[in-house]
Protein backbone atom coordinates (compact mmCIF):
# COMPACT_ATOMS: atom_id res chain seq x y z
CA UNK A 1 0.00 0.00 0.00
CA UNK A 2 1.59 3.38 -1.07
CA UNK A 3 0.52 6.34 1.21
CA UNK A 4 0.38 9.75 -0.69
CA UNK A 5 0.70 13.07 -0.13
CA UNK A 6 -0.63 14.52 -3.41
CA UNK A 7 0.39 18.17 -4.03
CA UNK A 8 -1.95 19.92 -6.35
CA UNK A 9 -4.62 17.96 -5.73
CA UNK A 10 -7.31 19.84 -7.25
CA UNK A 11 -5.67 20.11 -10.61
CA UNK A 12 -5.67 17.95 -13.74
CA UNK A 13 -3.32 15.40 -12.44
CA UNK A 14 -4.37 15.49 -8.92
CA UNK A 15 -7.80 15.07 -9.78
CA UNK A 16 -6.60 11.89 -11.94
CA UNK A 17 -4.22 10.69 -8.88
CA UNK A 18 -7.17 10.72 -6.67
CA UNK A 19 -9.30 8.42 -9.68
CA UNK A 20 -6.85 6.09 -9.50
CA UNK A 21 -6.98 5.61 -5.63
CA UNK A 22 -10.73 5.82 -6.31
CA UNK A 23 -10.55 2.37 -8.17
CA UNK A 24 -8.18 0.97 -5.65
CA UNK A 25 -9.05 1.90 -2.37
CA UNK A 26 -7.15 -0.65 -0.67
CA UNK A 27 -3.88 -0.71 -2.38
CA UNK A 28 -3.77 3.29 -1.49
CA UNK A 29 -4.23 5.78 1.87
CA UNK A 30 -3.79 9.89 0.76
CA UNK A 31 -2.27 11.13 3.54
CA UNK A 32 -2.41 14.96 2.49
CA UNK A 33 -3.78 17.13 0.02
CA UNK A 34 -3.20 20.19 -1.31
CA UNK A 35 -4.22 23.63 -3.28
CA UNK A 36 -3.39 27.26 -4.52
CA UNK A 37 -6.73 28.29 -3.59
CA UNK A 38 -9.62 25.97 -5.12
CA UNK A 39 -11.37 25.19 -1.58
CA UNK A 40 -14.75 24.08 -3.22
CA UNK A 41 -12.87 21.12 -5.07
CA UNK A 42 -10.18 20.55 -1.95
CA UNK A 43 -13.44 20.69 0.74
CA UNK A 44 -14.75 17.57 -1.47
CA UNK A 45 -11.70 15.51 -1.67
CA UNK A 46 -11.22 15.98 2.02
CA UNK A 47 -14.88 14.65 2.74
CA UNK A 48 -14.20 11.49 0.18
CA UNK A 49 -10.49 10.76 1.16
CA UNK A 50 -10.15 11.91 4.93
CA UNK A 51 -6.49 13.14 4.88
CA UNK A 52 -4.63 13.81 7.85
CA UNK A 53 -3.40 17.04 6.66
CA UNK A 54 -4.03 19.56 3.95
CA UNK A 55 -2.81 22.95 2.77
CA UNK A 56 -4.02 25.89 0.81
CA UNK A 57 -1.45 28.76 -0.30
CA UNK A 58 -3.94 31.02 0.39
CA UNK A 59 -4.36 32.22 3.70
CA UNK A 60 -7.58 33.91 3.50
CA UNK A 61 -9.06 30.69 1.58
CA UNK A 62 -7.27 28.35 4.33
CA UNK A 63 -9.62 29.57 6.74
CA UNK A 64 -12.46 29.59 4.73
CA UNK A 65 -11.88 26.05 4.54
CA UNK A 66 -11.29 25.44 8.49
CA UNK A 67 -14.38 27.20 9.20
CA UNK A 68 -16.00 24.41 6.58
CA UNK A 69 -14.22 21.42 8.37
CA UNK A 70 -15.13 22.67 12.18
CA UNK A 71 -18.87 23.10 11.49
CA UNK A 72 -18.56 19.53 9.68
CA UNK A 73 -16.90 17.52 12.38
CA UNK A 74 -13.90 16.85 10.13
CA UNK A 75 -10.96 16.81 11.87
CA UNK A 76 -7.96 16.64 9.12
CA UNK A 77 -5.40 19.65 9.86
CA UNK A 78 -5.08 22.64 7.67
CA UNK A 79 -2.14 24.49 6.66
CA UNK A 80 -0.89 27.57 4.44
CA UNK A 81 1.27 29.43 2.26
CA UNK A 82 4.76 27.47 1.29
CA UNK A 83 5.25 26.12 4.76
CA UNK A 84 2.24 24.68 4.52
CA UNK A 85 3.05 22.51 1.69
CA UNK A 86 6.73 21.18 2.41
CA UNK A 87 5.08 19.71 5.48
CA UNK A 88 2.55 17.71 3.52
CA UNK A 89 5.60 16.90 1.27
CA UNK A 90 7.29 15.64 4.23
CA UNK A 91 4.32 14.30 6.59
CA UNK A 92 5.24 10.97 8.44
CA UNK A 93 2.84 8.70 7.38
CA UNK A 94 3.11 9.05 4.12
CA UNK A 95 6.07 7.24 1.82
CA UNK A 96 5.06 8.69 -1.59
CA UNK A 97 4.31 12.38 -2.87
CA UNK A 98 2.81 13.10 -6.22
CA UNK A 99 4.54 16.82 -7.35
CA UNK A 100 1.53 18.20 -9.25
CA UNK A 101 1.76 21.55 -8.57
CA UNK A 102 1.97 23.40 -11.73
CA UNK A 103 5.30 25.36 -11.93
CA UNK A 104 8.23 26.59 -10.34
CA UNK A 105 6.29 26.33 -6.88
CA UNK A 106 6.12 22.43 -7.13
CA UNK A 107 10.18 22.31 -6.82
CA UNK A 108 10.73 23.52 -3.23
CA UNK A 109 8.07 20.38 -1.83
CA UNK A 110 9.42 17.84 -4.39
CA UNK A 111 13.18 18.99 -2.49
CA UNK A 112 12.51 18.61 1.06
CA UNK A 113 10.01 15.74 0.38
CA UNK A 114 13.16 13.69 -1.38
CA UNK A 115 15.46 15.38 1.77
CA UNK A 116 12.49 13.02 4.09
CA UNK A 117 13.61 9.87 2.10
CA UNK A 118 10.00 9.85 0.22
CA UNK A 119 9.71 8.34 -3.42
CA UNK A 120 8.64 11.04 -5.83
CA UNK A 121 5.60 10.47 -8.37
CA UNK A 122 6.78 13.27 -10.56
CA UNK A 123 4.02 14.99 -12.85
CA UNK A 124 5.98 18.45 -12.87
CA UNK A 125 8.43 19.57 -15.21
CA UNK A 126 9.96 22.41 -13.41
CA UNK A 127 11.05 20.39 -10.93
CA UNK A 128 13.81 19.38 -12.72
CA UNK A 129 14.52 21.94 -15.55
CA UNK A 130 15.06 24.54 -12.69
CA UNK A 131 16.35 22.17 -10.35
CA UNK A 132 17.05 18.81 -11.94
CA UNK A 133 21.14 19.16 -10.87
CA UNK A 134 20.47 19.76 -7.28
CA UNK A 135 17.22 16.98 -7.03
CA UNK A 136 18.73 13.94 -8.76
CA UNK A 137 22.53 13.91 -7.12
CA UNK A 138 19.95 14.42 -3.57
CA UNK A 139 17.57 11.05 -5.49
CA UNK A 140 20.79 8.96 -5.64
CA UNK A 141 21.81 10.14 -2.59
CA UNK A 142 18.85 9.33 -0.14
CA UNK A 143 18.00 5.96 -2.33
CA UNK A 144 14.62 7.06 -3.13
CA UNK A 145 12.64 6.59 -6.15
CA UNK A 146 11.88 8.98 -8.71
CA UNK A 147 8.58 7.26 -10.58
CA UNK A 148 7.72 9.68 -13.59
CA UNK A 149 4.03 10.95 -14.29
CA UNK A 150 4.76 12.55 -17.28
CA UNK A 151 3.13 10.66 -20.13
CA UNK A 152 6.49 11.10 -21.91
CA UNK A 153 8.55 10.23 -19.35
CA UNK A 154 6.80 7.21 -18.22
CA UNK A 155 6.80 6.10 -22.48
CA UNK A 156 10.56 6.45 -22.06
CA UNK A 157 10.84 4.88 -18.26
CA UNK A 158 8.77 2.02 -19.36
CA UNK A 159 11.17 1.58 -22.91
CA UNK A 160 13.84 1.80 -20.84
CA UNK A 161 13.30 -1.42 -18.14
CA UNK A 162 15.09 -4.62 -18.93
CA UNK A 163 17.40 -2.23 -20.89
CA UNK A 164 21.30 -1.40 -20.51
CA UNK A 165 21.88 2.35 -19.86
CA UNK A 166 24.96 2.32 -22.18
CA UNK A 167 22.63 0.72 -24.87
CA UNK A 168 20.81 3.52 -25.59
CA UNK A 169 21.61 5.94 -28.39
CA UNK A 170 18.55 8.37 -28.62
CA UNK A 171 15.65 9.18 -26.87
CA UNK A 172 12.05 10.15 -29.28
CA UNK A 173 10.12 12.47 -27.67
CA UNK A 174 6.68 12.80 -29.38
CA UNK A 175 4.46 15.26 -29.67
CA UNK A 176 1.00 15.98 -30.75
CA UNK A 177 2.41 19.52 -32.59
CA UNK A 178 -0.09 21.60 -30.37
CA UNK A 179 -2.85 23.77 -31.70
CA UNK A 180 -0.66 25.25 -34.66
CA UNK A 181 1.41 22.92 -36.05
CA UNK A 182 1.90 23.74 -39.60
CA UNK A 183 1.36 27.08 -39.38
CA UNK A 184 4.49 29.81 -40.02
CA UNK A 185 5.72 32.57 -38.21
CA UNK A 186 3.58 34.83 -39.46
CA UNK A 187 1.02 32.88 -39.19
CA UNK A 188 1.36 32.78 -35.51
CA UNK A 189 1.31 36.60 -35.48
CA UNK A 190 -2.17 36.96 -34.41
CA UNK A 191 -3.06 33.99 -32.67
CA UNK A 192 -5.39 34.76 -29.46
CA UNK A 193 -5.78 33.26 -26.23
CA UNK A 194 -8.48 31.12 -27.02
CA UNK A 195 -6.89 29.70 -29.94
CA UNK A 196 -3.47 28.83 -28.07
CA UNK A 197 -6.41 27.17 -25.67
CA UNK A 198 -7.70 24.86 -28.09
CA UNK A 199 -5.51 21.81 -27.68
CA UNK A 200 -6.50 19.08 -30.32
CA UNK A 201 -5.75 16.00 -27.88
CA UNK A 202 -5.35 16.81 -24.63
CA UNK A 203 -7.52 18.59 -22.10
CA UNK A 204 -4.95 20.50 -19.75
CA UNK A 205 -4.64 23.45 -17.52
CA UNK A 206 -3.76 27.02 -19.29
CA UNK A 207 -0.25 27.15 -18.21
CA UNK A 208 1.00 23.28 -19.92
CA UNK A 209 -1.32 24.27 -22.60
CA UNK A 210 0.14 27.01 -23.85
CA UNK A 211 3.78 25.95 -23.02
CA UNK A 212 1.99 23.09 -25.47
CA UNK A 213 0.86 25.79 -28.41
CA UNK A 214 4.57 27.49 -27.67
CA UNK A 215 6.23 23.62 -28.19
CA UNK A 216 8.17 24.87 -24.75
CA UNK A 217 6.34 21.97 -23.29
CA UNK A 218 8.91 20.09 -25.58
CA UNK A 219 11.56 21.98 -24.55
CA UNK A 220 11.28 21.53 -21.30
CA UNK A 221 10.45 17.63 -21.66
CA UNK A 222 13.87 17.73 -23.23
CA UNK A 223 15.61 18.93 -19.98
CA UNK A 224 13.83 16.97 -18.06
CA UNK A 225 14.68 13.77 -20.06
CA UNK A 226 18.54 14.65 -19.55
CA UNK A 227 18.23 14.38 -16.05
CA UNK A 228 15.64 11.68 -15.91
CA UNK A 229 17.94 9.17 -17.73
CA UNK A 230 21.36 10.84 -17.59
CA UNK A 231 21.43 11.56 -21.52
CA UNK A 232 22.84 14.78 -23.50
CA UNK A 233 20.19 17.08 -24.75
CA UNK A 234 22.22 16.55 -28.11
CA UNK A 235 20.48 12.70 -28.15
CA UNK A 236 17.14 13.64 -27.49
CA UNK A 237 14.69 14.31 -30.68
CA UNK A 238 11.32 16.13 -30.75
CA UNK A 239 9.25 14.00 -33.02
CA UNK A 240 5.65 15.35 -33.85
CA UNK A 241 3.31 12.71 -33.99
CA UNK A 242 -0.69 14.05 -34.33
CA UNK A 243 -2.27 11.08 -33.13
CA UNK A 244 -0.42 10.64 -29.75
CA UNK A 245 -0.95 7.34 -29.80
CA UNK A 246 3.03 6.64 -29.03
CA UNK A 247 3.78 8.66 -26.26
CA UNK A 248 7.60 8.58 -26.55
CA UNK A 249 9.97 6.17 -28.35
CA UNK A 250 13.72 5.29 -27.60
CA UNK A 251 16.77 4.08 -29.65
CA UNK A 252 18.98 1.47 -28.49
CA UNK A 253 22.58 1.16 -30.00
CA UNK A 254 21.72 -1.97 -32.59
CA UNK A 255 19.40 0.27 -34.13
CA UNK A 256 16.61 -1.40 -32.79
CA UNK A 257 13.42 1.41 -31.33
CA UNK A 258 10.80 0.70 -28.84
CA UNK A 259 7.75 2.34 -28.41
CA UNK A 260 5.29 2.76 -25.44
CA UNK A 261 1.57 2.80 -27.35
CA UNK A 262 -2.03 4.01 -25.99
CA UNK A 263 -5.11 6.14 -25.93
CA UNK A 264 -4.14 9.79 -25.06
CA UNK A 265 -4.81 9.94 -21.04
CA UNK A 266 -2.82 10.51 -17.83
CA UNK A 267 -4.42 7.99 -15.53
CA UNK A 268 -2.64 5.08 -17.10
CA UNK A 269 1.30 6.57 -16.64
CA UNK A 270 -0.13 7.94 -12.94
CA UNK A 271 -1.00 3.93 -12.30
CA UNK A 272 2.28 2.59 -13.86
CA UNK A 273 4.28 5.46 -11.50
CA UNK A 274 1.99 4.64 -8.24
CA UNK A 275 2.07 0.93 -8.78
CA UNK A 276 5.39 0.60 -9.80
CA UNK A 277 7.38 -2.24 -9.60
CA UNK A 278 4.32 -4.13 -10.31
CA UNK A 279 1.39 -3.46 -12.64
CA UNK A 280 -2.16 -2.41 -11.37
CA UNK A 281 -5.51 -3.08 -12.79
CA UNK A 282 -6.76 -1.89 -16.19
CA UNK A 283 -8.80 1.27 -15.10
CA UNK A 284 -8.92 2.90 -18.80
CA UNK A 285 -10.21 2.35 -22.51
CA UNK A 286 -8.17 -0.34 -23.85
CA UNK A 287 -5.79 -0.05 -26.99
CA UNK A 288 -7.72 -1.19 -29.98
CA UNK A 289 -5.18 -1.90 -33.09
CA UNK A 290 -8.17 -1.55 -35.27
CA UNK A 291 -9.25 1.67 -34.19
CA UNK A 292 -9.74 3.81 -38.05
CA UNK A 293 -6.89 6.16 -35.74
CA UNK A 294 -4.60 3.27 -35.64
CA UNK A 295 -4.89 3.61 -39.76
CA UNK A 296 -2.71 6.78 -40.10
CA UNK A 297 -0.07 6.73 -37.83
CA UNK A 298 2.45 9.68 -38.81
CA UNK A 299 5.59 11.41 -37.80
CA UNK A 300 7.07 15.08 -38.30
CA UNK A 301 10.08 17.10 -37.50
CA UNK A 302 9.59 19.85 -35.25
CA UNK A 303 10.29 23.28 -36.90
CA UNK A 304 12.14 24.72 -34.20
CA UNK A 305 12.77 27.72 -36.93
CA UNK A 306 9.11 28.85 -35.97
CA UNK A 307 8.85 27.50 -32.47
CA UNK A 308 11.90 28.96 -31.42
CA UNK A 309 11.46 27.72 -27.85
CA UNK A 310 12.62 24.61 -28.49
CA UNK A 311 16.14 25.58 -29.93
CA UNK A 312 16.40 27.58 -26.82
CA UNK A 313 15.45 24.72 -24.35
CA UNK A 314 18.45 22.30 -25.94
CA UNK A 315 20.86 25.58 -25.75
CA UNK A 316 19.89 26.24 -22.00
CA UNK A 317 19.88 22.42 -21.30
CA UNK A 318 23.31 21.86 -22.31
CA UNK A 319 24.43 24.87 -20.31
CA UNK A 320 22.95 23.78 -16.91
CA UNK A 321 23.63 24.94 -13.91
CA UNK A 322 21.30 28.02 -13.12
CA UNK A 323 20.45 28.72 -17.38
CA UNK A 324 17.82 26.55 -17.32
CA UNK A 325 15.85 28.11 -14.12
CA UNK A 326 15.69 31.39 -16.22
CA UNK A 327 14.60 30.54 -18.86
CA UNK A 328 11.60 28.29 -16.76
CA UNK A 329 10.98 31.67 -14.75
CA UNK A 330 10.89 33.93 -17.62
CA UNK A 331 8.64 31.44 -19.63
CA UNK A 332 6.59 31.20 -16.57
CA UNK A 333 5.53 35.05 -16.12
CA UNK A 334 5.50 35.67 -20.13
CA UNK A 335 2.29 32.55 -20.14
CA UNK A 336 0.48 34.23 -17.63
CA UNK A 337 1.14 37.46 -18.93
CA UNK A 338 -0.41 36.38 -22.47
CA UNK A 339 -3.45 34.54 -20.38
CA UNK A 340 -4.43 37.79 -18.96
CA UNK A 341 -4.14 39.48 -22.68
CA UNK A 342 -1.27 41.61 -21.92
CA UNK A 343 1.15 40.28 -24.86
CA UNK A 344 0.51 38.45 -27.80
CA UNK A 345 1.87 34.81 -28.27
CA UNK A 346 4.66 35.85 -30.10
CA UNK A 347 6.11 37.76 -27.47
CA UNK A 348 6.23 34.69 -25.22
CA UNK A 349 9.22 33.75 -27.03
CA UNK A 350 10.61 37.09 -27.29
CA UNK A 351 10.78 37.96 -23.72
CA UNK A 352 12.10 34.82 -22.99
CA UNK A 353 15.03 34.76 -24.86
CA UNK A 354 15.48 38.61 -23.94
CA UNK A 355 15.38 37.29 -20.23
CA UNK A 356 18.21 34.51 -20.54
CA UNK A 357 20.06 36.46 -22.54
CA UNK A 358 20.21 39.24 -20.32
CA UNK A 359 20.93 37.21 -17.12
CA UNK A 360 23.03 34.48 -18.12
CA UNK A 361 26.20 36.43 -17.78
CA UNK A 362 24.94 38.15 -14.09
CA UNK A 363 24.31 34.42 -12.83
CA UNK A 364 27.57 32.82 -14.07
CA UNK A 365 29.08 33.71 -10.92
CA UNK A 366 26.46 31.94 -8.62
CA UNK A 367 27.08 28.79 -6.77
CA UNK A 368 24.47 25.92 -7.45
CA UNK A 369 22.24 25.48 -4.66
CA UNK A 370 18.59 25.54 -4.22
CA UNK A 371 18.63 29.16 -2.00
CA UNK A 372 20.58 30.21 -5.94
CA UNK A 373 17.77 28.82 -7.59
CA UNK A 374 14.88 30.03 -5.64
CA UNK A 375 17.12 33.61 -6.07
CA UNK A 376 17.48 33.30 -9.87
CA UNK A 377 14.06 32.44 -10.37
CA UNK A 378 12.85 36.13 -8.42
CA UNK A 379 15.09 37.48 -10.65
CA UNK A 380 14.02 36.28 -13.66
CA UNK A 381 10.94 36.74 -13.03
CA UNK A 382 11.41 40.42 -11.90
CA UNK A 383 13.21 40.88 -15.36
CA UNK A 384 11.01 39.34 -17.53
CA UNK A 385 7.59 41.16 -15.69
CA UNK A 386 9.95 44.54 -16.66
CA UNK A 387 10.12 43.54 -20.28
CA UNK A 388 6.33 42.77 -20.14
CA UNK A 389 5.63 46.29 -18.75
CA UNK A 390 7.94 47.60 -21.43
CA UNK A 391 10.51 49.30 -18.71
CA UNK A 392 13.83 48.68 -19.94
Known amino acids: MRKLSILGSTGSIGKQTLEVVRNAPSDFTVEALTCGSDIDTLYSQIEEFRPKVCSVVDE ?5 LRDRLTVSGIDTEVLTGKEGNITAATLDSADTVVGAIVGFAGLEPVYHAVLS ?16 DIIMPLINEKGVMMLPIDSEHSAIWQCLKGEKREDLDRILITASGGPFRGMSRADLENVTVSDALHHPTWNMGGKITIDSATMMNKGLEIIEAHHLYGISCSKIDVVVHPQSVIHSMIRLKDGSVLAQMGKPSMVLPIEVALYYPQRGPSIVNEFDPFDPQMANITF ?3 DAEVFRLVKLAY ?3 NRGGLVPAVMNAANESAVRAFLAGRIGFLDIEKTVFETVEKLEPVISGYELSLEAICRVDEEAREYADRLIDGVN
Open 117 to 132: GKDIALANKETLVAGG
Open 300 to 302: EPC
Open 315 to 317: EAG
Open 60 to 64: QKAKE
